[in-house]
Structure formats: C-alpha cells, structure tokens
C-alpha cells in the first residue's frame, strides 16, 4: 500500500517551506546593462542618490502661486514662466500678487505653494484668476521634494523581480547597470523508451519527446536555465548515469517514470543515489504521482566560496505533458524562484467567472486545461471553460488551455457564472 | 475647449477595431528552433503528422483486458506485458481469458478493450480478478488512436502564441523548427528638455530619463523589437528631425509632450507630418492625454512584396511613467499584438479580492498602481490593494506594484472584499 498522500495545501506548505530554506543560498551575481536585464532577479540594493522627487515639482500644467491668494479669486500677475528641466535659483523668489506659468514637471518657484491648473483659470491681459467655481489649498498639485524617497533610501530590494516599473525606478536612480543573480541551472531528464527526439522518425509504438521542450521553455519562462539531459532509457544503469550528469545543476527536474508502474524506475534510481523524499505523490489530479526530494551533491566548481549548494532539491513529473506542466507550475515554479533569489515565489493564481458547470472530486484537487479571455471591455468579467480533453496525454486539447481551472478537494462540481481560481501560466 | 473625450470603453473599441485591421497585415516570416520559438507568434498551420495519438493508449498503470470479462470478475490468466514504447502487433491478439500487463502509454494489445487498474485488481498465481468493489467498462483508461487529432489536421493554427502546451504539440508532431512571424519594430521617442541619460548627472530641474528603458521592456514583453530614438528636446525641430527618425517603424510610441501644455509640442509635431488622429484623450487616470493615430509612411525597404506597411500607427502616451506604462499596457500592446500577428491581442485583466476600500470617479476610469497576492493556498483567494502613491511620477511606489486596479468610470468607491478587475502586467 502506498502511504498516505498529501492535499494540494500540505504538499504546497512542504515545497514553500523548503522554498524559504533555498531562499537565504548564496548564489553568484552578475552586472547587467538595464536594456537586459529585464525579468531578472535584484542581487543588491538600490538606492536612490538624491532625493525624488529632486524639487517641490508640478504635477500639472497651470500656474504657480500662493494658494492663499489664488483662492480668493485675486487677479495675480503672471510675472514668469517655468518648464521643464529649466532650473529656477536665479530668477528669485515668486513675488506678492503674482503667478509664473509652470509645465507638468517643472520645479515650482520658491515662494509657490500651490499650482492652479490652466484649465481653472481665466487668463486677461498679463493676468489669471481663478474660475468662481473652483478653489485651491495650500500643497495642491505639487510633490515636494523627497516625498516618493529621500537620497541614501533603498528604494529597490534584494530578491526584487525587474519588470517594467523596477526598470524604470533603477534607471530614475542612475544605474545604467544593475547586480542581479545568475539563473539556476536546472538539470531536464527525459525518461520512457516510447520516446525519440523530436527529429526521429517515431515507430508504431513510439512518441516523440515533447517534455523535452516544454520542460525547457518552462524553465527559462520561471527564470531558469535549462540544461537538457540526453534522455534515459527505462532501465536502472541508464537512470543510475543520468542522475550522475545532472550533478552540477542547482534543481533537477525528471519527467516520466514516477507512477505505480513495474517499470517506473526513477524513484529507484533516486532512492539509490542517496535522495531524501518529502512526498511522493499528492492527492491532486493531474500529477498525482508527483516526487519532490533533495540529493547530496558535491559542490559546483564555480559556486561562491562558502556556498552551500550541495543540497540538490529534485522533482520526479509524471511523464504525461499535462500532468508535468502543471505539476511544473505549482511546485517547481516556486522552488526554481526560490534558488534564483526571488522574493515572490508563486505560483500564479487569479480569479475569473466560470462561463459552464465543472466537475470535481471528493479526494483530488483538480487542475483542468482552460481558457480564459482575460479580457474584453470594462464591463466585461475575464470568463473561463475547461477544455474538453481526452486526458492528461492530449496535447491538442491542452495547447487551446492558457490556465488551469482549479476544483479544491471535496467540492463536487463548480457552477457557471461562480467566481473560481485558476492558476496562471 | 478641448473635444469630448471618450470613455475607456469608448476608446479601448476604437483601438480594437484598428487593430483587427492591423492583423491581415502581411509579414516577414522566420524559421526558428523550437528551442527559441517560446514567446513567438505562430506564422503558418502546424499540422499532425500521424494520429494523436498514434495508437490505442493506455492511461494506466494495470493490465488489458475485456471489459466483459474482467467485470463478471472472472480470474484472467496473465499471458503478456506491454511497456511504453514496445509494439505489440507481433505478439497476436489478446485470447479469450486472459488480460496483459500494461504501463501507461503504451498500445492496448488488440482484442483488450479496458484496461483495469493496478491498485483496482487481485493478482494471485499469475492471474488477476477485478476486485469486488469496482467495475469497468468498454474504453475504460483507452484512448483510441485519433481521438486528440487526425493525421493531417490543423493542430496549431496561425497567431498562436507558442507558450509551452504549444511547444510541447509542435514537437510532438515532429516539428524540430517552427515558422513564425518577424516581430515589429517599435520606435521609441522620450521627449522632455528635463530629461537627462541614465549615464548623465541630472542637473537640479532635471531628471533621467526613466521611460526610455521602460518602454523598451514593455515593448520586448508584448513581442515587439524596440528601437530606442535619442531623446528629443521640446521643440518643433527636434521634433519634426525625430519623427522623421521613426519612418521604417511599424510602430511608433512617442512619450511626453501630449497634455495641455504650452511646451507640449508632440501633436502639433504629429500634424505637422501629416498625422491622422483617432483620439487626443480618454476618460481614464492616469493617462488622460493619451493620443493614437496613424502616419503615412514610405514602405520599409525589406517588407514582404506588395505589404501596405505604408501606414503607420502611433501613440502618444503622457511622459509620467506611471501614466506612459498605464497607456502602454491599455492601448499600445493589443496595436503591438496585432502587429505581431497575434490572434489574442490583450490586455489582459484578471480578477482579485479587494484588501480595502479604493475610490473612484464620476467622470473617469481609474488605473491605480496595486499589489496582488496572486496566489497563497487553495483556500485563500489572490488580494489586491492600491499602493499608497505621490501620483503619476512616483516610481517609488509604482516600483511596489504588480498590477493595476481597475475602478471603473461612475463608481465612486469600490469596498473591502468586492471581486475587482485588475489589469496585469
């Protein structure tokens, strides 16, 4: 009898808390120009190196004045004019009665405290005042100085994931390049002797290796580095060499050969090198079979000195495509992000409108192919369907899925037009 | 007085339906490595090269069988064994009485009909006897040859972006390389006299230019191949000498210079070169002087022959980062998609739990910078909530979020634990 599985949540906490022991690894960082490094993980702090905003600064196009003044409805002489990137010390301090145009940007004029916008106010002859209809306070429509970050702040952390607006941040600050970590190494084995290369001409009872590619594209997409394996034959001495060519990678991931089958060899094999297993299957569908372990590795040659890695987290996936790519997404994904030093592990999941009924289990979690439209105009709610599928080997169903529909354990059917989870690619 | 602005729904259909035009564009076509392929826009069918799958297929670890037979819980002798990968027509049709050995993925012998289950039969004496608790039917754990595709099908149809189920179909129906369309040049322009290089000290009104990088990862991140022009000072010559600049573009994304402003001199620069406008502004925040419009443009020298790249559209977003990413992701990535090809243009929203209150406006569509949880355990659903901000320019707090929330036009507070629309990164 095999042992008790886990549910979705207790073998999810074992991979997280092991996420969180990866997380404090030493690992290698590199520089990286800005225009590449998108996507990447932060290796160090930034900070910002004067204060942001830099001076009390517009957010509007209008007039710089004293608020006091302008909300009485005085008739203030326009008495200068400020754009953009123009500096201000020399001209002097804004006088009594009087207003300097100013430009969304611009360094507000000492003396100003507030910024009118052009569109509330009556501008005549060298002149504005403002509509009847309108008032200003003190402060409105300016950003003072050091109000988003002062200079020595970190504004940017270790373990940070530089999409667009970190981008931006760290370019704002002057890093023209940034440290960020290396990516993982993860080691792709391939098993099952119905596989050739995608290249081969498949017999009548063979397949072609899709995981090989999938598990690839998987890995760069989750900040790794693939390292594909050659694919082992089902036999012990193949599984036994194998496991030894994937010595140096930091994550191992092994598809096929991990269900109940006479001759689902890998855990042998694993068992045999010395892997310590902290599960071997989970009460989810699909990925039932599911292995996550660690093995006693020497140490890379060109870990940092005092790196400890000689820890190596693996993962058996069942061979089926469906079941690797969504046991890949929950468990995997987050370990993978845990060794490249990310400080949001995932995985990813949403929320959308289920579009028809969905069936559950009493004892599975369900992931189910789906798409969702993810879109649409405003008043529109993202809406998702399973995709009618022959199971966890079809490919054709699964490449229409941009997510998995998620049907918690115990719940025996999902109705339309309820608000469900579904786990992002 | 400035023109009626449309709303967001308003102006989000007059970018889909320029888009839609946008997709019956002919494009270059390249020839990639599945390897490399990941991300890209699918330029021609791809097609099953023999049945999917190519056999009947055992989804089970257990022994083929008639289902007849093995649900009257006869005792069936064991007369065979067929792994994954091994032919079978050799061996003859399955005798009356008698059930094989079988490994998931591999061909269920001819005469079986079932296949029963490992963990669901008795074995005894090198026979086995369904066990009196189950049943099976005909089919049961089979799919016959052909049911995910046919020989010659469609499988994967131009426009598909080939995300990893995608990948995983292209190999497994022997495509080694795959064709895919070219990705579109995006010219970039940041205008601004405040704007100073990332690499140059910022004088005291100046700043760096923090939407030149950004862009360009949010163009590389929607599938275009960004173009970064050098920055253009606010005025009429720099600016007609930039636009020229953009002339080989199939897209153009100007930042800066669109609001009310007295030195706002992009879309009289636009017009100038002849700019037909489709909006100069929408009723959403940030991104209120959002303009898209199209050029008449020379066609580029390596177009395909007889492509009527001749127009070229353009946006011009406002220079704040917040509001430039806010417009980027809402308008320019569904015109970028379609340029790419692609057949889901975006953007892409999801839906999350609100953590607290968030207000809205009467008169406008609020995108405000938030952070989701995006996911945790099954039992918690992914929560969003606006980071408290300085307003458009500040990246400090822009840099804290993974999304924004959407709070639509009329609604005036969305409340603590709704079911809101975010829209992703």
Not at 105 to 115: K, L, N, Q, R, T
Request: charged fraction near 20%; include cysteine.
């Amino acid at each position: 009898m095999s042992p008790r599985l886990g549910s979705y949540d207790e073998v999810a906490e074992t991979v997280a808390a092991k996420a969180r022991e990866f997380a404090s690894r030493r690992r290698a960082i590199e520089e990286l120009q800005l225009g590449l490094a998108s996507g990447r993980i932060l290796a160090r702090p930034l900070h910002a190196d004067r204060d942001l905003p830099p001076f009390d600064r517009s957010t509007r196009d209008g007039y710089a004045c004293r608020a006091a003044e302008a909300a009485a409805h005085q008739s203030l002489r326009i008495v200068g004019s400020i754009r953009a990137g123009e500096a201000h010390a020399s001209r002097g301090p804004l006088p009594r009665g009087a207003a300097w145009e100013i430009m969304t940007g611009a360094p507000v004029p000492e003396g100003a405290d507030a910024v009118v916008m052009l569109e509330h106010v009556e501008v005549a002859g060298g002149n504005i005042r403002l509509a009847e209809s309108r008032g200003v306070e003190a402060g409105e429509n300016i950003v003072p100085r050091g109000a988003e970050a002062r200079r020595g702040d970190e504004v940017l952390f270790p373990g940070t994931r530089l999409a667009p607006p970190q981008i931006a941040l760290a370019a704002s600050c002057g890093y023209a390049a940034v440290p960020v970590f290396a990516r993982p190494r993860v080691a792709i084995l391939t098993t099952g002797d119905e596989l050739v290369p995608v290249e081969a001409p498949p017999g009548p009872a063979q397949i072609r290796n899709s995981n090989a590619p999938m598990l690839a594209a998987l890995v760069t997409a989750a900040g790794g580095k693939p390292v594909l394996l050659p694919k082992a034959a089902d036999d012990a001495e193949a599984l036994d060499m194998a496991i030894g060519r994937a010595e140096k990678a930091d994550l191992f991931v092994v598809s096929g050969g991990v269900s109940a089958g006479k001759f689902d060899l890998v855990e042998e094999a694993l068992a045999r090198a010395g892997a310590i297993f902290h599960f071997t299957g989970a009460r989810i569908q699909p990925g039932k079979p599911a292995v996550f372990g660690e093995l006693l590795r020497g140490a890379a040659e060109d870990d940092p000195p005092g790196g400890n890695r000689r820890i190596q987290p693996f993962f058996g996936l069942p061979g089926n495509p469906v079941s690797s790519a969504a046991t890949f997404l929950l468990f995997v994904t987050p370990v993978l992000a845990a060794l490249a030093g990310a400080s949001e592990p995932g995985p990813r999941f949403g929320l959308a409108r289920l579009a028809r009924d969905c069936k559950g289990k009493a004892d599975l979690t369900r992931f189910v192919p789906a798409h969702c439209t993810f879109g649409g105009t405003a008043g529109e709610l993202p809406q998702v369907a399973a995709i009618p599928t022959q199971g966890s080997g079809d490919l054709a169903a699964f490449s229409r899925a941009n997510c998995f529909l998620v049907v918690p354990e115990g719940v025996l059917k999902l109705h339309a037009d309820e608000v469900v989870r579904i786990l992002l690619f």
